[in-house]
């Protein structure tokens, strides 16, 4: 977009490990950090200069932390509590203090912002007491919903409710939609849940979905021989936080009745923390019961953070992804993968069913049903004819519709709608 007035943006991600090179796969530290840094490194290529505010947790980062290549893109870190991380659920009790500490920063720094965007909840709230400070637009993108996640979760409803606080969550979530200038979500699917959950009705909503660095992310050119790696020459990748939503019991249960059919496939599963917070810990020990109860471990191997120089060529050398999720908003790593040519396998209930069209540039399946969700990982690892067509046509959907730039532009015509 050409013709607009923006010259410096506030983003707000508060909870989880924000630097300008993420380690992407840490608790709380996954597609939203990515979503973030890359819609504001496509914003400062059209000339707006971006701040994105964190919780300064570790005394060994900077205060001011600058985006390598993007001089006008900056981590800033605001003190809040103790010097500690502290899990999403948890964080609310420190928003006040983060809230007064942040604005301090601005009238000290004499920073003048056209608007402020608050990510997920805890950042959101903070965005209305900012936006009324200091007389801007506040916008909020939410990335993932209490109520809906609420629904997808299974288990007793009162430890999920001590571990995921979504009382609380949702009420301030309602706060937040009332209280603010507009409002993005990343799929329509979101849009009918927000309908469907908080009655919102509101027009001031708009559907913007993540987007894809497609300079880095695209398939192996004809001819060119595949970067070599470590990994297994045959694999299944999957790639996420590891984390209770995610469906790794479920992957693991269906994978070990693929093994009984096909002897030389491995799983590969990238993400996690070097130092694994509880939560963490106890699905970890969850997955390795599970291989051990269906004696796989030789068959499923952890590959933990991905270097940058290996996230390509791990996409592009896999037979396919797979995102098991049971309650997955969107899935920016299964769009990495379509860009890459890579087939994907994804869960029915993730918001990726509003891009991906089952049979056409990918699958669809429930991960719950073992059988079904083997069957499917059976029958691409056996079509290569299958994959390589769901490969092409699923590049070449995200490459022509899901760029950041394309991205960028929509989030500038959405600021000036709702710039009231």
Request: charged share 25%; proline share 6%; with cysteine.
């Amino acid at each position: 977009m050409k013709n607009h007035s923006y010259k410096h943006i506030a983003m707000l991600s508060t909870h989880g490990y924000f630097d300008p090179v993420p380690l992407l796969g840490r608790t709380d530290t996954g597609g939203q950090v990515l979503y973030v840094l890359e819609l504001s490194k496509a914003l400062s290529r059209i000339g707006i200069s971006v701040d994105i505010y964190t919780r300064w947790f570790d005394p060994q980062k900077k205060e001011i932390d600058p985006v390598p290549g993007y001089p006008d893109v900056r981590v800033i870190r605001i003190p809040a509590g103790p010097r500690e991380f502290v899990i999403k659920e948890k964080i609310y009790p420190l928003l006040p203090e983060l809230t007064a500490n942040l604005a301090g920063f601005i009238r000290n720094h004499h920073l003048d912002y056209d608007l402020f965007h608050g990510h997920y909840v805890d950042a959101g709230i903070i965005t209305i007491d900012l936006a009324g400070e200091f007389g801007k637009p506040g916008y909020f993108t939410a990335h993932s919903l209490g109520a809906w996640k609420r629904e997808r979760m299974e288990g007793d409803p009162g430890e999920m409710e001590k571990e995921f606080n979504f009382r609380h969550r949702i009420e301030e979530e309602k706060r937040i939609y009332s209280s603010l200038s507009g409002h993005t979500v990343t799929t329509q699917l979101q849009l009918e849940k927000l309908r469907e959950h908080y009655d919102y009705q509101e027009e001031n909503v708009v559907v913007i979905p993540p987007g894809v660095n497609i300079h880095k992310f695209k398939p192996l050119q004809p001819g060119k021989p595949p970067v070599r790696t470590d990994l297994p020459e045959k694999y299944i990748y999957c790639l996420s936080r590891i984390d209770s939503n995610k469906g790794y019991d479920l992957l693991l249960n269906a994978f070990a009745k693929v093994c009984k059919r096909i002897d030389d496939v491995y799983l590969v599963t990238g993400g996690g923390s070097a130092h694994p917070e509880p939560r963490e810990k106890e699905v970890l020990d969850m997955m390795y019961r599970i291989m051990k109860e269906n004696k796989i471990e030789d068959k499923v191997i952890f590959v933990g953070h991905v270097a940058e120089n290996l996230m390509v060529p791990y996409y592009q050398n896999a037979q396919f992804f797979v995102m098991p999720s049971i309650f997955e908003p969107f899935g920016m790593t299964a769009q990495e993968s379509m860009a890459s040519g890579v087939p994907v396998i994804a869960s029915k209930f993730g918001g990726i069913n509003t891009v991906l069209t089952h049979e056409k540039d990918g699958l669809l399946i429930d991960p719950s049903d073992t059988e079904e969700f083997a069957a499917s990982m059976i029958r691409l690892l056996n079509d290569p004819t299958l994959r390589e067509r769901l490969g092409k046509e699923a590049s070449k959907l995200i490459r022509g519709n899901f760029s950041w730039e394309a991205m960028a532009d929509r989030h500038l015509r959405f600021y000036q709608k709702y710039a009231v």
